[in-house]
């Protein structure tokens, strides 16, 4: 059996800077981006996200370093990722990743395809008039095309930017976590997160195991340093993608 990464994430959204400042971020390399991420133009004019509705997120990242445009399925199950797509490759300047995600109780497949770019070539995606389908490759076009054949591309909107600060690799307990704080329309989050990888003697029920023990240490070193994790149950990405809609943006 296949086993996959786990990436196992918690959410803040109560004081932000104060958050950061408990858990020590200021101490560790910072990485500030810009992100839109894409959706269908005649969804957004209703209010409405069908890409995200149907488990597919386009997303561009300008800022510190190189670009990036990443497509990805969330949630998706196995059976979909077929061809060069049911295994994770890294092919400058593609890296395609297949793990599992973990939030709270919900636990999801995820399958990841990142397009590296220099830096500025994105920096277009939100001009007016601009139709972000035009950046997505022929790789990328043939893992929608392979993996969820139902869904036909239009016209695309960008909708942000979401202002985001990464710190990482910060320092709680004997956990490396990453933390990302997010800020757009009136909403700010903050997100830690950190990978489990499977191991050369792990069948399924070890790694989980392993996983929930680290997700449990993850969650107890938050709340010991005071911080309050949310329970909201839907993902950041969600609800800053049905805001943007519901506010018009374009």
């Not at 990436?7 to 400042?21: R, S």
């Not at 858990?23 to 560790?28: E, K, P």
């Not at 830690?192 to 107890?220: F, N, Y």
Request: with cysteine; net charge negative; glycine share 8%.
């Amino acid at each position: 059996m296949h086993l996959s990464p786990i990436e196992i994430k918690v959410n803040i959204e109560d004081d932000v800077a104060a958050a950061l400042e408990v858990l020590g971020a200021s101490s560790s390399a910072i990485t500030r981006r810009r992100i839109w991420f894409a959706e269908d133009q005649e969804g957004v004019a209703q209010g409405r996200v069908p890409l995200l509705d149907v488990g597919v997120i386009v997303r561009f990242r300008i800022g510190d370093g190189a670009d990036d445009l990443t497509v990805k399925l969330r949630p998706c199950v196995r059976e979909q990722l077929v061809g060069r797509f049911s295994a994770p490759f890294d092919a400058e300047p593609f890296e395609y990743k297949i793990e599992e995600d973990w939030s709270g109780k919900n636990r999801v497949l995820s399958a990841s395809l990142v397009h590296d770019h220099p830096p500025g070539v994105l920096s277009g995606v939100a001009e007016p008039g601009a139709d972000p389908a035009t950046m997505i490759d022929a790789v990328q076009d043939q893992f929608l095309h392979a993996c969820v054949p139902v869904v036909r591309l239009g016209r695309l909107v960008a909708l942000g930017p979401i202002h985001s600060t990464k710190f990482d690799d910060v320092q709680l307990d004997d956990l490396d976590v990453d933390l990302e704080a997010w800020s757009v329309a009136g909403l700010d989050f903050l997100e830690g997160s950190i990978r489990v990888k499977p191991k050369d003697e792990d069948d399924l029920e070890k790694l989980t195991a392993r996983a929930e023990h680290r997700q449990r240490k993850l969650e107890d070193a938050m709340r010991d340093r005071g911080v309050s994790l949310s329970e909201h149950p839907e993902s950041k990405t969600r609800r800053v993608l049905t805001t943007l809609a519901g506010a018009g943006q374009s």
